[in-house]
């Protein structure tokens, strides 16, 4: 009987070339190019398109792509409809999830993903991946809108997908500062390696499911607060700690009862999420611009930092994504309870180079599991219980 390793630490499920990971330097890198690179030479389309087909583009390339992307932003008259029955409390996660699986009625036509281990029209796979990414960020903006009983603002086609999403928030285009903060936001969240959301869009994948329950299974992985809805619970974090002074005795407190800090460890890094040190430079970025002061939220944020490094540095556990990055949603003027959804925006980008990596070479995911119950026995009849 083989080993059980709970929650698969350190077990390979799947072979990929897409990113790569070193947790004790801190390394990151989708293609082989390291994120600080496209962070700050890339923009969220070509880093997109490089996760999807292997390689930077051409400028043709990326110029077609990003016209196939506006092309698709525009979100079908009856699910708008749909979203406006939706209560107007859900979470935007829920909505998100319900969305994109309702998106797999509106655009059928999954005849290549029925009865083959493999799905060779490379057109089918292109087309279902743009509509999907296409579509992500004008669902959650807009979303905002009809939650809030307002009329939605309609996506703008000339802008790129970071603008655009700002510009449906707010209803105004946003400056480039923001704009391009925006932008490497969605390239830092792109793409992972094989993370529980990645993982549940491939096993979703490997049934030969259509790309939107694909999708649709891996948002409602990334909600939890665990993954991706720990950014949600940071800023929450944040305001309830108040002001630096009251880190250390709060830490202190959640450390004796046992409850975790959101946004800080990680399974992989064993040091600062690389990710959260280009997040970390972006706020000191806008502090910067605003004259040196942003609010106590940051510097709350810096002394945790510090707190916890002496407390938990030992084990490894430092800030990770999701640690910074609601700092930066909260000044965008973007409510908390979104902050998981624009994650979702960006991982679909991932989500969807994953599963074209699956359905190439497909085999259903099926592993086993230790039965730990009662031996065979006897049914009772419920009149004997
Ligand atoms: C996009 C993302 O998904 S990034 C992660 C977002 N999630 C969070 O921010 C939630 C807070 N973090 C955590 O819960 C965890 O660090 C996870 C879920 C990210 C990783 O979990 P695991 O790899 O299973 O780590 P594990 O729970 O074994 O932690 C190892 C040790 O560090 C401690 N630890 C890990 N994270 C934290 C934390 N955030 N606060 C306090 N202690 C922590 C654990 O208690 C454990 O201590 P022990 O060895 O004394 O028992
Ligand atoms: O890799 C993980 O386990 C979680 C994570 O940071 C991500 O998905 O971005």
Known sequence: MSDFLPGLEGVPATKSAISFIDGEKGILSYRGYPLETLAENSTFEETTLLLLDGELPTKKALNDFSQQLKDNYRIKYHIRQMMRHFPHTGHPMDMLQTAVSSLGMFYPGTECLTDANSC????????????????????????EHIRNGWDPVNPKHDLSVAENLLYMFNGEEPDPLMAKIMDVCLILHAEHTLNASTFAALVAGSTLATPYSVISAAIGTLSGPLHGGANQRVVGMLQEIGSPKNVESWVDE???????????????????????????????????????HLDDMFDTALKLEEVCADRLGHKGVYPNVDFYSGILYSEMGIPEDEFTALFAVARSAGWLAHWREQISDNRIYRPTQIYVGSDMRDYTPIEER
Not at 129 to 141: E, F, G, K, S, Y
């Open 120 to 143: 060779e029209d490379l057109d089918y796979v292109r087309n279902m991946t743009v509509n999907i990414i296409a579509q992500m960020a004008p669902l959650v903006a807009m979303w």
């Open 254 to 292: 959640k450390l004796k009862n046992k409850e975790v800090i959101w946004g800080m460890g990680h399974r992989e890094y064993k040091v600062k999420d690389p990710r959260a040190t280009i997040l970390h430079k972006l706020v000191e970025q806008l502090v910067a611009e605003r004259g040196g």
